[in-house]
């Protein structure tokens, strides 16, 4: 990390243009329209128009889609300084990650005769794997300049592909919301990226490394979306009917007991009692990660906010007590502190995911079997044999998600691609042009103090 | 109001804890899927997965999602210091109310053997209640700690259930969008709430209530998005069909037109014509509130823009001229001023429905009097005592409210809650961790104030 | 412009209340219910309560309500002073305009027994409408009295009307998103009423007309809400089935790769590679406004990309290098370079509509092509002579911009409507009520100020 020509005039336009150039001739060789979306397809055969999926996924998309752009983008404005690079870089990697997963998962999804076909699933598809982008962009977020950024986004992309291939496809695995695929993937890779780009001198811009009053407003708007719209990302793209509607209610209690603790834990872990907006923002969503493997089964409204009474829970303990704890013994910083979001309560919907599986019965899930656990339904295998395919789904999330943050690490800290220095770490101002922070009134105040400024005797005074 | 005592630190982790595993066992004993979320239910009769309510509410719900916790939580953030909390308490109310309605109005709106069913309408109707104490929250606003609000809502959710049990179930009531049942009801109860709570010494932290450029910003998010959306509150409960689309219809005119004049009052009643965000910011949504009743019936756009052009008007005046009486001769500190944002168009709104009933005949409504007023359409009784029947579902909202907000305020002015002083009011940092207030090129002026600061002879001078 | 009366304590309110109540005279006599939102209509006829058009529109117009009152809204707030105004009259004159479209284009749409039938498809097209207007609102940014805006708004609905009638309607032109009829009209309409009230002198204000930190942020807010939603603003109003579903389809795609080529563009132009948020937030939208009349069609995800990826190129070359030119060789001042987010991508989504249109065949299109091209579906003209009625149309929106812009400039330039002097251009405070601009701890530092400047020997030091 000590390449400081931090100049982006080359070398971020010619990774932009090379990626999305080759992304283009990919996509015209390979990419078609499905049935759904293709004009004559769709025309050759007899349905209503109000068949198509669009009507059946397309509101949920939107609440994906805004999760992402606005979702994560907001939520990780709460640095000071570094509002123009969070919401930017998040833009820029979203727009990256959510075509080259469209190829990515498109191949690994199963090719229709050489080409991957495309309509509203693959476009929640690549949302949520975008969305494994950017939790590993929370964990490096001020450290990384925007071609380390894309350069991970391609890698981790490809990995993501992969292991969800492995998970959804070879081992027969549920995980509608992705708390294994993910979840437990994006934090476990982003955590070993920032392990490997560890930069032992971080304390030189240790005063940027927090949040202004506002900051704070701004990401409340990322957190408050991130929590209205959970239901919606859990449901995307569960069956039709009762999946969609049980999984959207088992996440919304979820995430309201959730917050509940997190509010709880937030004033008990203070000595004065008073609520943390690190707490607040973060924790109260550890519901919906915590959900994302059962919140398709019958887990229950009691057993959803039990879910997410504990995820929020051990979220505030982890923001508390284990972050520091893993910086100082370690080595890992983690800006948004994506171990206590995404990370933990990752592993405990996996292992809730587990559990309620294996516990699954004809007597509750009649021929509702069917769209839950297939596998079972058809005899292929026993609930616990699921339960099981479940666990161990959740220990090979976790081995590529490490293995992977490793070498993607590795090729991240080539000095090449104009990673700040240690000083100019969460600060806009290397990237941005950034413009003066004066309002309305303030301005007026901002004309004494040049004035002020501009007098030599009070500047001797001053300085 | 005496105790300042202010420390949450065993306050609210307590009282959340109780309420929540309290919650969750009384969802474990007493809630259940209804026949669309539950995977046996739904597979045991047949019928497309496309028929499955969650398509035809599930965006609606979201949109009054939104509402509720971005257009009620920003709403609020106008003033300068309360930020966090506005935000931040909404946040913690609204997931504690909508739980513990989902309860309430599960016991009331009848039970299936002894359960309560619970899907995506149980999730809207949960929304609308918790709106109902977010209004009332809105006229104590920057005056009570969250013990206190925590306190409120279980009360106040409550009494809702019983209020809205009276009108819908036992008096066949319309109000589909709930100009009575959630406007009326959460405006007085709050309105007595405060009034209770008087504070003769408020003005020792009045500095403190007023806005600043940006959280006047900041609360123009709320405001749109609840003005935004409205259309999908009001239409988000009644009949699927045009009972739905017709709503949607007539509450978008309302508002439209309410905007104009809201507009127009705001500048007609400044002495330099200069428009008050106060009121835009408020006013402009009570089209919204006034056809929340009528919404849902044969009010045509020329009605629904008359009442939304009187909506507009009143709400302003409500703002420049009550609002200040209110406060010096009632004794009414109503922080928001959900009097005139929700207690009087909700009136009027609720007058107008019941004008509206009165007027119904078959030959407006044809067929679809089965869907407004069943009662009107079996001959249960005339569309004149439907109209009877909606004017006296006001008088006995109004009278539950105020008696409620009453007992209700006593038992919140017990001083074990941990309220604020009166200098101490409107203020985020006796509850929150406050960061500072510099943005990025700011924060060099402020190096240059500290080391300032830290000369003694200067600071002598500034002291 | 030299009318620097700006109190609008009588010009404001009276102009409301004549054009309201002239609106609500109209709508009286001319509105009805359509047989989709009519209680005894729609019950009149067999079929589900789920067939109603409510269930496949509903979704797409809140997405398209949300980018008109939040997008536009906040994609203006870029200026450090203008918060209110941009947020404040974009809501003005959008509650307005779309009651006026809706008349208008109610009555150019064709009438039904003499009465205007409004809908969810009325509704969207009142907000495509608005649209246009807000788009010329971008061109005067900040040089304009709310009246002055209320009566470019009634001209330009009028004319966008006409316009939108004599393409559509006359020559069958397909523009589901509005490449021209939106885009370009609004574009290129604001571009000459920008012209004809051009200020000389307008450097008076100079040193406002920037943005500052705080408000690019909320700018953001705008811009993101405009690109994820754009794929149902382009889709809203195409038939239903597979058309929608691709027409979001491709827009998503052109959107993702005009991303990619904005930032590329935007460092390679900048001396030191610097993003400049002026690009970020305008011009990575350009895909969506030149995938807006062919992205119904057949363009597929590889042309759609390209079609993007130009616009993308496009827009920031005009900001970089355009702008400047038309500002001081032409005279123009276009204070949100509408001209490069809406202009020239406007016009290049119409050359790419008429080429994809001349390109059409029934291989391609199959029985889809009556969805998409009915006059060549049904024979009356070639897929080529589409092409060109595609290419005239452009032509025509281009004149009745310039001209209708000419004229409505002229008027707006009367001397009555209370427009701001030079020097008092992009600021909030000649028609707000604008509070302070100090944050939580900054009051402190306010109040040591306040005593600062009490001082009278501080005072003259600092003066």
Same mark, same amino acid.
């Given at each position: ?14 990774? #932009? ?27 050759? %055969?007899? $349905? ?36 123009? &690079?969070? !919401? ?40 949520? #794997? ?16 925007? !071609?380390?950024? /894309? ?9 993501? =592909? ?24 994006? =934090? ?18 240790? $005063? ?10 701004? =990401? ?11 239901? %919606? ?34 004033? /008990?872990?203070? $000595? ?11 924790? =109260? /969503? ?36 284990? %972050? ?14 994506? $171990? ?12 809730? *995911? ?29 609930? &616990? ?7 161990? &789904?959740?220990?090979?999330?976790? *081995? ?8 993607? *690490? ?13 000083? %100019? #770490? ?38």
């Amino acid at each position: 990390m000590t390449d400081t020509n931090t100049n982006m005039r080359l070398k971020l336009p010619i990774t #932009c243009f090379i990626l999305e150039i080759i992304l283009i001739i990919l996509f015209g060789v390979l990419v078609e329209y499905d049935k759904e979306t293709d004009a004559k397809k769709w025309h050759n %055969s007899s $349905h209503s128009e109000y068949d198509n999926d669009f009507y059946y996924r397309y509101p949920s998309f939107q609440d994906v889609h805004v999760m992402i752009f606005i979702g994560f983008g907001f939520l990780m404005t709460f640095l000071q300084r570094y509002g123009f &690079s969070s !919401v930017g870089f998040n833009f820029l990697i979203a727009a990256l990650a959510l075509q080259w997963a469209t190829l990515m998962q498109g191949f690994f999804h199963g090719m229709h005769g050489g080409k991957i076909h495309v309509g509203v699933e693959s476009m929640i598809n690549a949302d949520f #794997c975008t969305g494994s982008v950017l939790i590993s962009f929370g964990a490096v977020l001020g450290k990384t300049s925007p !071609v380390q950024l /894309l350069v991970m986004a391609v890698f981790e992309v490809t990995l993501f =592909a992969v292991n969800e291939f492995i998970l959804l496809s070879l081992l027969g695995t549920r995980d509608a919301g992705g708390s294994m695929t993910i979840h437990t993937f994006g =934090a476990y890779f982003g955590l070993m990226v920032t392990r490997v780009l560890y930069r032992p001198n971080l304390d030189k811009s240790k $005063h940027k490394n927090s949040s202004v009053y506002h900051s704070d407003m701004f =990401a409340m708007i990322g957190t408050l979306y991130l929590w209205m719209f959970w239901p %919606s990302f859990n449901s995307a793209i569960t069956e039709h009917g009762d999946d969609q509607h049980r999984t959207a209610l088992n996440t919304y209690y979820s995430l309201a007991a959730c917050t509940l603790s997190t509010y709880a834990m937030s004033a /008990l872990t203070a $000595h004065d009692g008073k609520l943390d907006m690190v707490h607040i923002q973060n924790a =109260a /969503l550890a519901g919906g990660v915590a959900a994302g493997t059962a919140g398709e089964m019958m887990l229950t409204p009691f057993g959803s906010m039990i879910v997410g009474f504990v995820a929020g829970i051990i979220s505030v303990l982890g923001y508390k007590y284990l %972050s520091p704890i893993l910086e100082s013994k370690l080595k890992i910083q983690d800006t948004c502190g994506v $171990h206590n979001l995404h990370g933990m309560p990752g592993v405990m919907g996996a292992i809730v *995911g587990a559990v309620t599986a294996s516990l699954a019965t004809t007597e509750i899930y009649g021929d509702g079997m069917e769209d839950v656990f297939p596998d079972v339904a058809d005899n292929t295998r026993s609930a &616990s044999s699921q339960g099981g395919i479940q666990a161990i &789904s959740l220990a090979v999330t976790l *081995g590529m998600a490490l293995v992977g943050g490793l070498l993607v *690490g590795f090729i991240m800290k080539l000095p090449i691609y104009g990673a700040p220095s240690d000083a %100019s #770490c969460f600060e806009d101002s290397i990237y941005w042009e950034v413009p003066g922070d004066e309002g309305s009134h303030e301005a007026q105040l901002t004309t004494v103090r040049t004035e002020e400024f501009a007098k030599p005797e009070e500047t001797e005074k001053l300085n």
